[in-house]
């Protein structure tokens, strides 16, 4: 549930909450946050607040690994992860939980270079089931602006439902990621910023990833949206269980702090193995 917190103080917001809140530290966590957290609990990319949740899967990238990556083949979001990330998944049927808002920034520019490497059949390696939820919502907003839905033209107030997906997938299942990309982007500056938020939810056996090849993510917990993201992402020819129970055999560490796995989607191969 969305709300509105009113302060009450002269200062700028983010010095306020910086003297008077905290790092916001996973709950199951059980403990305050401590002064490390500031950094140990967020990514070396990281540029702007807002978030309070780290984009976790992106704890495992160093400068020296970004630096062998290579500019030229990374592109960036801004998300503000929020809250509902840790919300388990109560309900016995998945489509009947309330996805949680979350909030995202998205340069035209980095947008174009997914586009181009998109259209010289490079794959997409994401990192992070957040910027997953993003791009692929990305898709369906370019296909609302493709059919002229109402409010997709406003690049600033950008909006996805839960399953809105399923009805813009009925009306045309064969537009690409490219094309709704450029639907979005077409005509306006490298420098210019979408703007929006997705409640974008992914379950297994029914959704069909529009355009991430390779996903880059963290061990989750069993009852979390992510892992549903995750199995849906690995196909029914993917047992997510056998997966996990293999995980902890091998003694991986699990969630936030936790370690990271490269998943691919079923049929797309790294180019390693290519």
């Known amino acids: 549930t969305d709300c509105v917190v009113r302060i009450h103080s002269n200062d700028v917001i983010s010095d306020f909450l910086t003297v008077n809140g905290s790092t916001p530290i996973p709950p199951y966590l059980n403990r305050e ?6 950094e140990r609990y967020n990514n070396v990319y990281a540029k702007d607040g807002g978030s309070v949740a780290a ?5 495992h990238f160093t400068d020296e690994a970004l630096d062998e990556l290579g500019e030229g083949n990374i592109s960036s979001l801004t998300l503000h992860v929020g809250a509902g990330t840790f919300m388990p998944v109560r309900s016995e049927d998945a489509r009947e939980h309330s996805m949680h808002a979350e909030h995202f920034y998205v340069n035209v520019g980095e947008l174009r270079s ?12 994401v990192v992070g089931t957040t910027s997953t939820r993003t791009l692929e919502s990305l898709h369906w907003l370019g296909v609302k602006r493709l059919r ?6 406003d690049t ?9 997906w399923i009805g813009l997938s009925v009306a045309d299942p064969s537009i690409t990621s490219v094309t709704s990309f450029k639907a979005l982007i077409d005509g306006l500056p490298d420098d210019e910023i979408l703007i929006g938020q997705t409640s974008l939810m992914i379950t297994p056996n029914s959704y069909n990833f529009k355009v991430i090849d390779h996903l880059v993510t963290n061990f989750h917990a069993p009852d979390s ?14 047992d997510v269980t056998k997966i996990y129970e293999e995980a902890q055999k091998r003694g991986y560490r699990f969630l936030s702090f936790g370690d990271a796995c490269l998943f691919s989607r079923p049929g797309v191969q790294l180019p390693s193995e290519m």
């Not at 997914?114 to 390696?125: C, D, F, L, T, Y």
């Not at 002229?148 to 033209?153: A, I, N």
């Not at 949206?225 to 849906?232: F, G, K, W, Y």
């Open 33 to 38: 946050a401590e002064e490390s957290d500031k």
């Open 55 to 59: 984009p976790t899967a992106g704890l």
């Open 114 to 125: 997914i586009v181009k490497a998109m259209e010289e059949g490079k794959p997409i390696a």
């Open 148 to 153: 002229g839905l109402s409010g997709s033209d």
């Open 156 to 164: 600033k107030q950008l909006e996805l439902g839960q399953f809105e």
């Open 225 to 238: 949206t992510l892992m549903l993201l995750v199995s849906a992402f690995l196909g029914k020819q993917n």
